[in-house]
């Protein structure tokens, strides 16, 4: 009796107690209880993957690979080891569920474009059914071996591209230069997906060098019963005319698709995404259309999703989506009203002095000129601010970042410096004589109220001094790099900063009333804005020295001001009451700089806070690879903050927030990681890229099942009562 004799028989057997065997649920067609399907297709090797319904399984003896095609030599295939089970057919066996690779090598000497490839297999249900052996043949489109492409293409003549399986270009003879240069397929695409959150993915496809990806050939469809892709957010693209398709959009290098999904209660927490697309080796030779099976793990619909099963966003998110769905009137009167909300923040509160002081650079002028070189300064700031967001938007680079050089910032500072000798009198300290007249150029510019010098001054103010990140900033920036729209997001960002603007406006418009006239108390006045553009030149300098050197200095300009200022309105003939109002200016700065001084002393780096031992620690990690690694450890939330010195907000939330003990005790049930991204180097950018944060501060929180919990993490700044709130929710 024959192997095929016995199966029959046991076959026979099994399908009469069938009805017994299987519970009463119903046996699946063959092709659905073990689906195959050739996923991959390279130049010398295929992958042939079997998805394998529950509760059934695959022999991995059963597995045969028929060599009928003598032109095609198909080798032996690499199947992996399956799980050892001892079967009441076939004895001690292995078998595989769920899913099962097979990489087949094969020999293409001739160039053949298109073959047949058989493959045999078997397996049974864990009920105790088991199917017949089964014979699948497939046609496959094959790639020419980049060592017979030339060859082949001189024996097939002039319709060698459609007999390939490629498309060429029109003339042949462009083939010679490019050969060498073709990837087999998995190499030329890479194709990555991440969750978002729980109803939004992140599909990255990375083309090797030369290679572009065709827009309208990408498809996803979900794989997965109660999951479906409701709708791809693709970015701007290269429009090409294709000798093939005509006019095309085409990608080159990488792109992030932002991937809408729908989920049903209930469904699976793992989706299975078949992902279609087709691309060309630039002005030569282009890929078959390509195939992959993608998986994804999602997070828990229940954790992502508010009591009306809705998806709960975050702030910067809920921002985006009003972009996307309000009449754009109203989008600007909403943005302008982030921008007065903004107003007085850190952002904006350090310009504040640099514009009084450009207008106290004048002298004595009406309060129109004031008000115009106001709004010209803000008019730059928004300009530069627009800008900023923008580029960040469309090219995922942040400018005001890329800024924040050493050179940049100690420039910067001495700009700062130069103005303020201006308010003390066109360098009375007695620098050397060449250093006194390049100060006085500056001075004498400025003080000519040259419109051009003070928006030149707005706009580099905006762009080094506040590199600030909120979540209207995030929302409208992530709004440009998700729809690839900059003038809606552009227009936004331009009406949040003039509205950051208005108390720079006030200032100029009230300047002709509350600047005193030419004389002693304008010598005075214009001595305290000098005395601030110092502190500005200290606080800037703060971004690349060490907060202790920064607290020094700051004691020793207020201790040193406390002297010369009093001095200085005495010089100028203050009298009476009002030298009584000096003396207790005087007072406090000697207060304040001892308080300075003291904190330098004890090694506290937080100029607000100089006597605060700030005690929170934080886990350092650098790239993605060492993020996953500490989420994989614990099993607590991990918090991940970004931060670099340069970030006015970090410092301001470190000093203010994280410092606090109540916080400290909060953030005991949390891994604490932080990010330092103040060097903004490759594999910085490449994390700030991953989870698409355009600067910090920015706030991420993972869950236990390590997924991004996006509707929690956060931009921008929270004092220690709305953090603790924040917190709390988790």
């Known amino acids: 009796m024959n192997k095929f004799t016995l199966f029959t028989i046991l076959f026979l057997f099994s399908i009469t107690n069938y009805s017994l065997a299987l519970d009463q649920d119903e046996l699946l067609d063959v092709d659905t209880a073990f689906a195959p399907e050739v996923v991959e297709v390279g130049v010398d090797k295929l992958k042939l993957r079997f998805k394998i319904a529950d509760k059934y399984y695959l022999y991995k003896h059963a597995f045969k690979f028929p060599n009928d095609d003598m032109a095609v030599k198909f080798g032996i295939a690499q199947i992996p080891d399956g799980h050892k089970k001892e079967d009441e057919f076939f004895g001690e066996v292995e078998t595989y569920h769920h899913q099962i690779d097979i990489v087949i090598p094969y020999e293409n000497p001739d160039g053949v474009a298109i073959t047949q490839f058989k493959f045999k297999y078997q397996g049974c249900a864990e009920a105790g059914v088991c199917y017949p052996p089964q014979t699948k043949?497939?046609?496959?489109?094959?790639?020419?071996?980049?060592?017979?492409?030339?060859?082949?293409?001189?024996?097939?003549?002039?319709?060698?591209?459609?007999?390939?399986?490629?498309?060429?270009?029109?003339?042949?003879?462009?083939?010679?230069?490019?050969?060498?240069?073709?990837?087999?397929?998995?190499?030329?695409?890479?194709?990555?997906?991440?969750?978002?959150?729980?109803?939004?993915?992140?599909?990255?496809?990375?083309?090797?060098?030369?290679?572009?990806?065709?827009?309208?050939?990408?498809?996803?469809?979900?794989?997965?019963?109660?999951?479906?892709?409701?709708?791809?957010?693709f970015p701007a693209a290269q429009s090409k005319d294709d000798p093939h398709f005509g006019e095309v959009e085409i990608y080159f290098d990488q792109i992030e698709v932002a991937i809408d999904i729908s989920r049903k209660v209930g469904s699976a927490r793992q989706l299975l995404i078949s992902a279609e697309f087709q691309g060309c080796v630039d002005e030569g030779i282009c890929y078959p259309p390509s195939s992959r099976t993608i998986t994804v793990d999602l997070p828990a619909i229940?954790?992502?999703?508010?009591?009306?099963?809705?998806?709960?966003?975050?702030?910067?998110?809920?921002?985006?989506?009003?972009?996307?769905?309000?009449?754009?009137?109203?989008?600007?009167?909403?943005?302008?009203?982030?921008?007065?909300?903004?107003?007085?923040?850190?952002?904006?509160?350090?310009?504040?002095?640099?514009?009084?002081?450009?207008?106290?650079?004048?002298?004595?002028?009406?309060?129109?000129?004031?008000?115009?070189?106001?709004?010209?300064?803000?008019?730059?700031?928004?300009?530069?601010?627009?800008?900023?967001?923008?580029?960040?938007?469309?090219?995922?680079?942040?400018?005001?970042?890329?800024?924040?050089?050493?050179?940049i910032i100690i420039t910067f500072s001495m700009v700062f410096v130069a103005l303020a000798m201006s308010m003390f009198g066109y360098y009375d300290l007695q620098l050397p004589a060449s250093w006194q007249s390049k100060l006085s150029n500056i001075s004498n510019k400025q003080k000519s109220g040259s419109y051009i010098g003070v928006g030149i001054m707005g706009f580099l103010s905006a762009?080094?001094?506040?590199?600030?990140?909120?979540?209207?900033?995030?929302?409208?920036?992530?709004y440009i790099s998700n729809t690839g729209d900059p003038v809606v997001g552009g227009f936004a960002l331009f009406a949040m900063s003039m509205g950051m603007g208005v108390p720079l406006l006030l200032i100029g418009a009230s300047a002709g009333k509350w600047m005193p006239q030419s004389g002693g108390w304008m010598n005075v006045v214009k001595a305290f804005f000098g005395i601030a553009l110092l502190a500005m030149a200290i606080w800037f300098l703060s971004r690349i020295i060490p907060g202790p050197v920064t607290l020094a200095l700051f004691g020793i300009l207020a201790l040193l001001s406390s002297i010369f200022w009093y001095r200085y309105a005495l010089k100028n003939g203050v009298k009476g009451k009002m030298i009584g109002l000096f003396l207790v200016f005087k007072l406090a700065l000697i207060g304040i700089g001892i308080v300075e001084i003291m904190g330098a002393i004890r090694g506290n780096t937080d100029f607000l806070h100089p006597l605060t031992k700030y005690e929170m620690h934080f886990t350092l990690i650098k790239s993605y690879d060492d993020l996953q690694l500490a989420i994989k450890k614990t099993d607590k939330i991990v918090l991940l903050d970004f931060y670099a010195d340069w970030c006015v907000e970090c410092k301001h939330m470190e000093g203010a927030t994280y410092s606090k003990a109540i916080v400290q005790k909060e953030l005991e049930r949390f891994l604490v990681l932080k990010a330092d991204v103040t060097d903004q180097d490759d594999i910085d950018k490449e994390l700030m890229k991953k989870f698409k944060i355009i600067g910090p501060p920015a706030t991420l929180f993972f869950g236990k099942d390590n997924q991004l919990i996006k509707q929690y993490s956060f931009f921008g700044f929270k004092d220690a009562e709305e953090f603790m709130a924040h917190l709390q929710k988790l």
């Open 137 to 233: 043949t497939v046609e496959l489109n094959l790639p020419v071996p980049q060592d017979s492409i030339l060859h082949a293409g001189d024996s097939l003549g002039g319709n060698s591209a459609s007999v390939l399986g490629i498309n060429a270009l029109n003339n042949n003879d462009q083939w010679a230069g490019q050969v060498d240069s073709v990837l087999p397929e998995d190499q030329a695409f890479k194709v990555e997906t991440i969750a978002m959150d729980a109803n939004k993915l992140s599909a990255r496809f990375t083309m090797s060098p030369n290679v572009y990806l065709y827009k309208d050939k990408v498809k996803l469809t979900s794989l997965t019963d109660g999951i479906t892709i409701d709708a791809l957010h």
């Open 302 to 407: 229940a954790a992502q999703q508010n009591s009306d099963n809705n998806v709960q966003l975050s702030e910067q998110d809920q921002i985006q989506k009003d972009l996307e769905k309000n009449a754009w009137w109203k989008t600007i009167l909403k943005f302008f009203g982030f921008g007065l909300l903004l107003a007085l923040t850190p952002c904006i509160f350090p310009m504040i002095p640099i514009l009084s002081g450009l207008i106290m650079g004048q002298g004595e002028i009406s309060r129109s000129r004031a008000f115009m070189l106001s709004l010209i300064y803000v008019l730059a700031m928004a300009l530069a601010y627009t800008a900023a967001g923008v580029i960040a938007g469309l090219l995922g680079a942040n400018i005001q970042a890329a800024l924040q050089k050493p050179w």
């Open 463 to 478: 762009i080094i001094v506040g590199p600030c990140v909120a979540p209207p900033l995030a929302g409208a920036v992530l």
